[in-house]
């Protein structure tokens, strides 16, 4: 093999795997540019520097010659040197994320480097005359290959693509302990790597990485395995905090509205008094404050409580509930409902029934004020199943990366939040709808402009109450 290709190919697979990882944990929205514009930008880049790497080696060694004998190994770190950090400033510039994320990808990087280069070095003394030619010989070259094609997937498949969601779900102040972590770790290894090559001398390399070849594979996996553990751990335990502050929200907004079902409900068990009080009024030829006491009734009683929805107590009061809301900021509501008592948790009701209809209004009051706003809710029973859908009129969603470009109806994570906070509530309706043997399928039409959530729980014939209305609810299975 040439000085010239293999010296360019050496520096081409060295380099250009560690471009690609800085990019890889981030979605579209982190770019200034567009993603494939990018990545062909540093595919390109790091062709160009690959191939000019053996001129500039020929000159740049003459200068160095003093230092680096007839081997230019100083020269080649110096280049390569330069290379990095130019491809990190390109890194650092074009990805528009917190300063924790980049470097923390960037460590992750130098994980990878950093364990192929102490492969390299540690397998080739096996190889006869390997190390005879500077800077990359044809020996090293085929180590790099070997060890990239059996490195690169394992470090994207176990460690790159946790950490990618780790950096989507988690926000930069609140990881800097997996930062110290990963910070501490892969400079352990590096430390370890320098002391292991400098500690012997080049007679005895090869005594050397036969002790050292075994625990260096151990050490990597086990770190690998470390960091996928790690970031899998801390998605977890945000994950079961937002749902523990989602179902405390929920459960919240359940008692507020039984107890203002509660207060209307004691407000009609009185309406006896009321119209007593009113015919003494009137009797008394007092009008007008009869009048005044009227308008203070009408206003306690809401209009929207006087509309039966089903015969379940809890699905009622939370349609009258939200309807009525909706309606108060004037979007219609068409509501087709039609199920029996069910013995569903009333705070599972709420979180389901909740979130979708919360999502609904949201997206409603979006919309500019000449558009209508509507909102379509069925809800029924199918054999043994209950289902629940949603419809209403939507700006937009935003798709994540995953699931862009797929049609149909599609699960929670395929939509990112657009607010702070709990955003849309989807993945709570996901979650409680599990808990039932069900799913939620979310679904947005860029055509028509529409959402919809449809959502199915899975009910044995024994947990629903004599009288449960099972006929086909034809409504609910259009689309």
Do not use: H
């Given at each position: 093999m040439s000085f010239f290709?293999?010296?360019a190919v050496?520096?081409?697979?060295?380099?250009?795997?560690?471009?690609?990882?800085?990019?890889?944990?981030?979605?579209e929205e982190s770019f200034r540019f567009p993603r494939r514009a990018v990545l062909a930008g540093a595919t390109v880049c790091s062709l160009a520097v690959s191939l000019l790497f053996p001129r500039v080696l020929l000159y740049s060694g003459q200068i160095f010659e003093p230092l680096a004998?007839?081997?230019?190994?100083?020269?080649?770190?110096?280049?390569?040197?330069?290379?990095?950090?130019?491809?990190?400033?390109?890194?650092?510039?074009?990805?528009?994320?917190?300063?924790?994320?980049?470097?923390?990808?960037?460590?992750m990087v130098e994980f990878y480097a950093t364990t192929q280069f102490w492969l390299v070095n540690l397998f080739l003394p096996f190889i006869p005359y390997g190390m005879d030619e500077y800077v990359f010989s044809a020996a090293s070259v085929l180590l790099y290959v070997l060890t990239m094609a059996v490195l690169l997937p394992v470090v994207v498949l176990v460690v790159m693509r946790p950490m990618a969601k780790f950096l989507q779900e988690t926000d930069a102040g609140e990881m800097t302990r997996e930062f110290r972590t990963v910070i501490f770790m892969t400079n352990a290894t590096l430390v370890v790597m320098v002391i292991s090559d400098t500690s012997v001398g080049y007679s005895h390399l090869a005594e050397r990485s036969v002790l050292l070849c075994p625990l260096a594979l151990l050490m990597i996996a086990s770190e690998c395995v470390?960091?996928?553990l790690l970031f899998q751990k801390t998605i977890q335990m945000r994950e079961e905090a937002r749902q523990?502050?989602?179902?405390?929200i929920q459960r919240l907004q359940y008692e507020k509205i039984t107890r203002e079902i509660d207060h209307i409900s004691r407000m009609r068990h009185d309406m006896r008094h009321h119209l007593n009080a009113l015919y003494e009024m009137l009797e008394q030829n007092r009008p007008e404050e009869a009048a005044s006491y009227i308008d203070g009734l009408i206003g306690s009683v809401s209009r929207r409580e006087n509309q039966v929805y089903c015969r379940d107590f809890t699905v009622n009061a939370l349609l009258q509930y939200y309807?009525?809301?909706?309606?108060?900021?004037?979007?219609?509501c068409r509501v087709r409902a039609d199920c029996g008592d069910l013995t569903i948790s009333p705070a599972d009701l709420t979180v389901l029934i909740g979130n979708a209809m919360e999502n609904a209004i949201h997206a409603c009051l979006r919309l500019p004020a000449d558009?209508?706003?509507?909102?379509?809710v069925r809800l029924g029973m199918i054999c043994s199943s209950l289902v629940i859908e949603t419809?209403?009129?939507?700006?937009g969603a935003h798709i994540s990366d995953r699931y862009r470009g797929k049609m149909g109806f599609l699960p929670a994570e395929a939509f990112l939040s657009e607010r702070s906070g709990e955003g849309y509530g989807l993945r709570s309706i996901s979650h409680t709808a599990e808990k039932y043997s069900g799913e939620a399928l979310f679904r947005f039409d860029g055509k028509g402009n529409t959402f919809t959530a449809r959502i199915r729980l899975n009910l044995n014939p024994e947990m629903l109450k004599e009288g449960c209305v099972r006929r086909k609810a034809d409504c609910l299975v259009e689309g």
């Open positions: 290709l293999r010296n050496g520096f081409l697979i060295q380099l250009y795997p560690c471009v690609l990882l800085c990019y890889a944990p981030f979605p004998g007839d081997n230019y190994n100083v020269s080649g770190n110096l280049l390569f040197l330069l290379a990095a950090m130019g491809a990190v400033a390109a890194y650092l510039w074009l990805i528009r994320e917190k300063a924790i994320k980049k470097i923390l990808v960037l460590v470390i960091y996928r523990q502050r989602t179902i405390e309807v009525g809301r909706a309606r108060d900021e004037n979007i219609d558009n209508r706003r509507w909102i379509d419809r209403n009129p939507c700006q």
